[in-house]
């Protein structure tokens, strides 16, 4: 079973509209989420931390569920420039905490 | 420019050959991270450094890739004897954190782009 674990998708939306990613991470012990944002040929780059309260940022809204062991991104009002991969990012615990990357989720948001 | 940078950005290589890739970290960044990525898959990390001290290695690290941060700033990947499994984007990124602490964020250079032939 892998760290974490993400649907790959795609997710084809169009404008305008709400969509969900969610992520499932094996680690209880498992400290500190994030979700970072990569477009075709590029690095990923920080879309937001993830808090156990839940967070929003603008469109963007994350969630922790630590007793179910998975995080989730929200994006609402969809924008063409949304379209990307969605890197969910669990720090693991080992002799120190690495970051550990799921596969992504690839999300296109037609007109 | 004060990012992450990576050099080459791109590297063409016949197996068996040895390459080496450099990273340049932003400059008050004391941790250091190399992964490696495939195309459709997440970044897989390789081996972190926090200042020039090593301190993880990915157990599905081969033999044939060792790294360096000599003197806690820029660093070096080496990856002996080539094979075409090796072709990937290899991604450099750091950030700044005490020991122990796990909630840093991530900044990644550009890449450099690996073919192996």
């Known amino acids: 079973r892998k760290e974490v674990e993400q649907d790959p998708g795609p997710f084809n939306v169009p404008e305008g509209a709400t969509v969900a990613f969610n992520c499932t991470y094996s680690n209880s012990a498992s400290q500190s989420f994030f979700w970072y944002r990569q477009d075709c040929r590029k690095e990923p780059k920080l879309l937001m931390s993830?808090?156990?309260s839940g967070n929003e940022d603008g469109r963007f809204t994350a969630q922790l569920n630590r007793a179910s062991q998975y995080i989730s991104l929200l994006i609402r009002d969809s924008k063409l420039s949304d379209s990307a991969t969605y890197l969910c990012v669990v720090n693991t615990p080992g002799g120190s905490y690495i970051p550990t990357f799921g596969r992504g989720t690839s999300l296109i948001v037609h007109p | 420019d004060t990012g992450v940078s990576q050099d080459p950005r791109h590297k063409i290589t016949k197996r068996g050959q040895n390459v080496t890739f450099r990273c340049d970290p932003i400059?008050?960044?004391?941790?250091l991270y190399w992964y490696r990525q495939t195309l459709g898959q997440g970044p897989e990390f390789l081996t972190y450094f926090q200042n020039e001290a090593q301190l993880e290695k990915s157990r599905l690290l081969s033999d044939r890739f060792s790294a360096e941060r000599p003197k806690g700033s820029f660093s070096t990947l080496e990856i002996q004897r080539t094979e075409q499994g090796d072709s990937a984007m290899y991604l450099c990124?750091?950030?700044?954190?005490?020991?122990?602490?796990?909630?840093?964020?991530?900044?990644f250079g550009s890449g450099t782009q690996l073919s192996v032939l």
């Open positions: 400059s008050e960044h004391n941790r």
């Open positions: 993830v808090y156990s």
């Open positions: 990124a750091s950030s700044h954190g005490d020991r122990g602490s796990h909630n840093e964020k991530l900044f």
